[in-house]
Protein backbone atom coordinates (compact mmCIF):
# COMPACT_ATOMS: atom_id res chain seq x y z
CA UNK A 1 0.00 0.00 0.00
CA UNK A 2 1.09 3.48 -0.66
CA UNK A 3 2.88 5.13 2.32
CA UNK A 4 0.74 8.40 4.03
CA UNK A 5 1.85 11.76 4.70
CA UNK A 6 0.42 13.66 7.49
CA UNK A 7 -0.90 17.06 6.60
CA UNK A 8 -1.26 19.91 9.12
CA UNK A 9 -4.56 19.02 10.59
CA UNK A 10 -2.63 15.31 11.68
CA UNK A 11 -4.53 13.35 9.60
CA UNK A 12 -3.52 11.11 6.90
CA UNK A 13 -3.22 11.75 3.52
CA UNK A 14 -2.17 9.61 0.27
CA UNK A 15 -0.64 11.16 -2.35
CA UNK A 16 0.67 7.73 -4.71
CA UNK A 17 -1.72 5.89 -5.86
CA UNK A 18 -3.14 2.83 -4.07
CA UNK A 19 -1.79 -0.62 -5.20
CA UNK A 20 -2.87 -3.91 -5.16
CA UNK A 21 -0.65 -5.83 -2.63
CA UNK A 22 -0.99 -9.18 -4.14
CA UNK A 23 -2.09 -10.93 -6.96
CA UNK A 24 -2.33 -14.28 -5.76
CA UNK A 25 -4.92 -16.21 -6.76
CA UNK A 26 -6.26 -13.53 -9.17
CA UNK A 27 -6.65 -12.63 -12.92
CA UNK A 28 -5.03 -9.64 -14.72
CA UNK A 29 -8.61 -8.22 -15.39
CA UNK A 30 -9.63 -8.74 -11.83
CA UNK A 31 -5.99 -6.74 -10.74
CA UNK A 32 -7.16 -4.22 -13.03
CA UNK A 33 -10.62 -3.86 -11.76
CA UNK A 34 -9.89 -4.20 -8.27
CA UNK A 35 -6.55 -1.11 -8.58
CA UNK A 36 -8.86 0.88 -10.46
CA UNK A 37 -11.82 0.40 -7.72
CA UNK A 38 -8.93 1.27 -4.79
CA UNK A 39 -8.00 4.61 -6.91
CA UNK A 40 -11.59 5.91 -7.82
CA UNK A 41 -12.43 8.87 -6.25
CA UNK A 42 -16.06 8.26 -6.74
CA UNK A 43 -16.04 5.32 -5.42
CA UNK A 44 -14.32 6.76 -2.02
CA UNK A 45 -17.41 9.54 -2.37
CA UNK A 46 -19.54 7.06 -2.74
CA UNK A 47 -18.30 5.58 0.69
CA UNK A 48 -17.99 8.57 2.36
CA UNK A 49 -21.54 10.21 1.28
CA UNK A 50 -23.38 6.56 2.21
CA UNK A 51 -24.24 5.64 -1.32
CA UNK A 52 -24.22 1.97 -2.52
CA UNK A 53 -22.15 2.59 -5.21
CA UNK A 54 -20.34 5.51 -7.67
CA UNK A 55 -23.43 4.98 -10.22
CA UNK A 56 -25.32 7.25 -7.66
CA UNK A 57 -23.22 10.40 -9.45
CA UNK A 58 -24.31 9.55 -13.00
CA UNK A 59 -27.63 10.17 -12.02
CA UNK A 60 -27.22 12.95 -10.07
CA UNK A 61 -25.22 14.39 -12.61
CA UNK A 62 -27.91 13.98 -15.16
CA UNK A 63 -30.49 15.74 -12.61
CA UNK A 64 -28.15 18.78 -12.36
CA UNK A 65 -27.83 19.22 -15.98
CA UNK A 66 -32.25 18.34 -16.96
CA UNK A 67 -33.66 18.83 -13.77
CA UNK A 68 -36.35 15.76 -14.03
CA UNK A 69 -35.93 14.57 -9.81
CA UNK A 70 -38.42 17.56 -8.67
CA UNK A 71 -40.34 17.41 -5.24
CA UNK A 72 -43.49 15.39 -5.82
CA UNK A 73 -42.36 13.50 -8.51
CA UNK A 74 -43.40 9.70 -8.87
CA UNK A 75 -40.30 7.66 -10.11
CA UNK A 76 -39.56 4.28 -11.41
CA UNK A 77 -35.93 2.71 -11.21
CA UNK A 78 -35.71 -0.05 -13.14
CA UNK A 79 -33.48 -3.04 -12.14
CA UNK A 80 -32.63 -0.81 -9.20
CA UNK A 81 -30.13 -3.15 -7.57
CA UNK A 82 -28.24 -2.16 -5.70
CA UNK A 83 -29.45 1.52 -4.73
CA UNK A 84 -27.86 4.22 -5.08
CA UNK A 85 -30.16 5.22 -8.08
CA UNK A 86 -33.11 4.97 -5.68
CA UNK A 87 -31.21 6.72 -2.83
CA UNK A 88 -30.62 9.82 -5.03
CA UNK A 89 -33.88 10.25 -6.33
CA UNK A 90 -35.30 9.82 -2.71
CA UNK A 91 -33.78 13.00 -1.65
CA UNK A 92 -34.39 14.41 -5.07
CA UNK A 93 -37.89 14.04 -5.04
CA UNK A 94 -38.57 14.64 -1.25
CA UNK A 95 -39.55 11.55 -0.53
CA UNK A 96 -39.15 11.23 3.12
CA UNK A 97 -40.96 15.21 3.00
CA UNK A 98 -37.83 16.60 5.00
CA UNK A 99 -38.22 19.43 2.75
CA UNK A 100 -41.97 20.73 4.48
CA UNK A 101 -42.40 23.31 1.75
CA UNK A 102 -42.26 20.85 -0.79
CA UNK A 103 -44.51 18.25 -2.33
CA UNK A 104 -43.57 14.82 -1.45
CA UNK A 105 -42.70 12.54 -4.01
CA UNK A 106 -42.38 9.16 -4.75
CA UNK A 107 -39.69 6.51 -5.67
CA UNK A 108 -40.40 2.92 -6.35
CA UNK A 109 -37.25 0.49 -7.30
CA UNK A 110 -37.91 -3.07 -8.80
CA UNK A 111 -35.34 -5.24 -9.72
CA UNK A 112 -35.36 -9.41 -10.18
CA UNK A 113 -33.28 -9.73 -6.92
CA UNK A 114 -33.98 -8.99 -3.75
CA UNK A 115 -32.67 -5.65 -2.47
CA UNK A 116 -31.70 -4.39 0.71
CA UNK A 117 -34.44 -1.68 1.78
CA UNK A 118 -34.33 1.88 1.31
CA UNK A 119 -35.44 4.65 3.55
CA UNK A 120 -38.05 6.68 1.88
CA UNK A 121 -38.09 3.77 -1.14
CA UNK A 122 -40.72 1.37 -2.22
CA UNK A 123 -38.77 -1.86 -3.43
CA UNK A 124 -40.47 -4.59 -5.36
CA UNK A 125 -39.10 -8.06 -6.58
CA UNK A 126 -40.23 -8.21 -10.03
CA UNK A 127 -39.66 -8.35 -13.67
CA UNK A 128 -40.82 -5.89 -15.58
CA UNK A 129 -41.01 -8.08 -18.75
CA UNK A 130 -43.86 -9.61 -17.08
CA UNK A 131 -47.52 -9.96 -17.47
CA UNK A 132 -49.58 -6.51 -16.07
CA UNK A 133 -45.97 -5.27 -14.37
CA UNK A 134 -47.04 -2.07 -15.47
CA UNK A 135 -50.65 -2.60 -13.98
CA UNK A 136 -49.00 -3.17 -10.90
CA UNK A 137 -46.51 -0.33 -10.97
CA UNK A 138 -49.00 2.41 -11.87
CA UNK A 139 -51.04 0.51 -8.53
CA UNK A 140 -48.02 1.03 -6.59
CA UNK A 141 -47.48 4.68 -7.20
CA UNK A 142 -50.80 5.58 -7.24
CA UNK A 143 -50.67 6.60 -10.90
CA UNK A 144 -48.78 7.15 -14.19
CA UNK A 145 -44.76 8.04 -13.40
CA UNK A 146 -42.97 11.45 -13.83
CA UNK A 147 -39.76 9.34 -14.52
CA UNK A 148 -39.03 6.05 -15.45
CA UNK A 149 -35.15 5.64 -15.34
CA UNK A 150 -33.07 2.65 -15.63
CA UNK A 151 -29.10 1.94 -15.54
CA UNK A 152 -29.84 -1.73 -15.98
CA UNK A 153 -26.58 -3.84 -18.50
CA UNK A 154 -27.56 -7.05 -19.37
CA UNK A 155 -24.52 -10.01 -18.53
CA UNK A 156 -21.73 -9.73 -19.95
CA UNK A 157 -20.58 -12.28 -22.59
CA UNK A 158 -17.08 -11.01 -23.38
CA UNK A 159 -17.64 -9.97 -27.16
CA UNK A 160 -18.20 -6.48 -27.69
CA UNK A 161 -20.56 -6.21 -30.14
CA UNK A 162 -23.25 -8.94 -28.51
CA UNK A 163 -23.14 -7.07 -25.42
CA UNK A 164 -23.38 -4.00 -27.10
CA UNK A 165 -26.77 -5.65 -28.64
CA UNK A 166 -28.10 -6.99 -25.65
CA UNK A 167 -27.75 -3.39 -23.41
CA UNK A 168 -29.96 -2.19 -26.74
CA UNK A 169 -32.54 -4.80 -26.17
CA UNK A 170 -32.93 -4.22 -22.73
CA UNK A 171 -33.34 -0.53 -23.18
CA UNK A 172 -35.83 -1.11 -25.73
CA UNK A 173 -37.79 -3.25 -23.09
CA UNK A 174 -37.02 -0.14 -21.02
CA UNK A 175 -38.27 2.09 -23.58
CA UNK A 176 -41.53 0.21 -23.91
CA UNK A 177 -42.29 -0.30 -20.66
CA UNK A 178 -42.35 3.45 -20.04
CA UNK A 179 -44.88 4.25 -22.59
CA UNK A 180 -46.75 2.51 -20.87
CA UNK A 181 -46.35 3.72 -17.73
CA UNK A 182 -45.43 7.19 -17.93
CA UNK A 183 -47.82 10.27 -17.89
CA UNK A 184 -47.62 12.96 -20.23
CA UNK A 185 -44.62 15.24 -20.55
CA UNK A 186 -43.03 12.65 -18.54
CA UNK A 187 -38.96 11.57 -18.80
CA UNK A 188 -37.31 8.33 -19.86
CA UNK A 189 -33.23 8.48 -18.66
CA UNK A 190 -31.85 4.89 -19.40
CA UNK A 191 -28.08 3.48 -20.22
CA UNK A 192 -26.94 2.42 -23.50
CA UNK A 193 -23.68 1.22 -24.82
CA UNK A 194 -22.28 3.29 -27.96
CA UNK A 195 -21.45 1.39 -31.01
CA UNK A 196 -24.13 1.54 -33.64
CA UNK A 197 -26.88 -0.72 -32.96
CA UNK A 198 -28.71 2.06 -30.83
CA UNK A 199 -30.41 4.07 -34.15
CA UNK A 200 -33.46 2.34 -34.03
CA UNK A 201 -33.34 3.73 -29.85
CA UNK A 202 -33.36 7.17 -30.99
CA UNK A 203 -35.77 6.63 -33.86
CA UNK A 204 -38.33 5.37 -31.36
CA UNK A 205 -37.68 7.88 -28.85
CA UNK A 206 -37.87 10.71 -30.97
CA UNK A 207 -41.36 9.77 -31.94
CA UNK A 208 -42.32 9.49 -28.31
CA UNK A 209 -40.26 12.58 -27.01
CA UNK A 210 -40.22 16.01 -27.29
CA UNK A 211 -36.38 15.93 -27.07
CA UNK A 212 -34.07 12.87 -27.27
CA UNK A 213 -30.60 13.61 -25.69
CA UNK A 214 -27.50 11.83 -25.46
CA UNK A 215 -24.75 12.32 -22.65
CA UNK A 216 -21.75 11.07 -20.97
CA UNK A 217 -21.92 11.90 -17.34
CA UNK A 218 -18.50 13.00 -15.92
CA UNK A 219 -18.56 10.04 -13.72
CA UNK A 220 -18.90 7.55 -16.13
CA UNK A 221 -15.40 5.94 -16.42
CA UNK A 222 -13.58 7.67 -19.80
CA UNK A 223 -12.45 3.73 -20.87
CA UNK A 224 -16.29 2.93 -21.12
CA UNK A 225 -18.57 3.16 -24.35
CA UNK A 226 -21.73 3.64 -21.65
CA UNK A 227 -23.39 6.76 -22.31
CA UNK A 228 -27.32 7.86 -21.08
CA UNK A 229 -30.09 8.80 -23.26
CA UNK A 230 -32.64 11.43 -21.37
CA UNK A 231 -35.47 11.56 -23.39
CA UNK A 232 -37.84 14.24 -21.89
CA UNK A 233 -41.76 15.53 -22.99
CA UNK A 234 -43.38 12.27 -23.47
CA UNK A 235 -46.32 12.52 -26.18
CA UNK A 236 -48.36 9.95 -24.94
CA UNK A 237 -49.75 7.45 -26.75
CA UNK A 238 -52.79 8.22 -29.38
CA UNK A 239 -55.59 5.39 -30.92
CA UNK A 240 -54.18 6.09 -33.89
CA UNK A 241 -50.40 5.34 -32.53
CA UNK A 242 -48.49 3.67 -35.24
CA UNK A 243 -46.09 1.69 -32.84
CA UNK A 244 -49.41 0.19 -31.24
CA UNK A 245 -48.74 1.07 -27.47
Not at 54 to 65: G, S, V
Not at 73 to 99: F, I, M, S, Y
Not at 211 to 230: C, Q
Amino acid sequence: MAKQTKNSSGRGQRDLKVKVKSARGRTVSQVKWLQRQLNDPYVKRAKAEGYRGRAAFKILELDEKFRFLVPGARVVDLGCAPGGWCQVAVKRVNALGERRDKAIGTVLGIDLQEVEPIAGAEIHQLDFLSDDADLKVKEWLGGPAHVVMSDMAASSSGHKQTDHLRIVALCEAAAFFAFDVLEPDGTFVAKVLAGGAEGELQKLLKQRFKKVMNIKPPSSRADSSEKFVVATGYRGSTDDDPLGA
